[in-house]
């Protein structure tokens, strides 16, 4: 079975051919080297799905800008960010 990586979209993703299975029971596995679910079905060949979970991380900053009197805030405006510029050092050379 080849991986497949599925985006977070609002419509989801089915499986059609899991359609009218009876779910038997649903394992969650949690190691070093994999994390799964496998879900187990009540049918006569045994079927079986796992899904191996690979999670990616990402972060969002907003940061904000708060004025608080007497512990509430009053106001707020969230910070406007620019990338750092690195400038570069003048090398002076001396006359010969």
């Known amino acids: 079975m080849r991986n497949k990586t599925v985006r977070a979209k609002a419509e989801g993703v089915e499986y059609p051919t899991l359609k009218g299975k009876t779910v038997r029971q649903v394992r969650f596995s949690n190691d070093e080297e994999f994390c799964a679910i496998v879900i187990e079905f009540d049918d ?15 972060l969002s900053m907003e940061p904000e800008l708060s004025i608080t009197k007497g512990g509430n805030i ?9 990338p750092v510029v690195r400038r570069a050092r003048r090398v002076l050379h001396a006359a010969p």
């Open 74 to 82: 009053i106001n707020w405006k969230i910070l406007k960010a620019r």
């Open 44 to 58: 006569n060949d045994n079927t079986l799905v796992s899904f191996r979970l690979k999670a990616n991380i990402a």
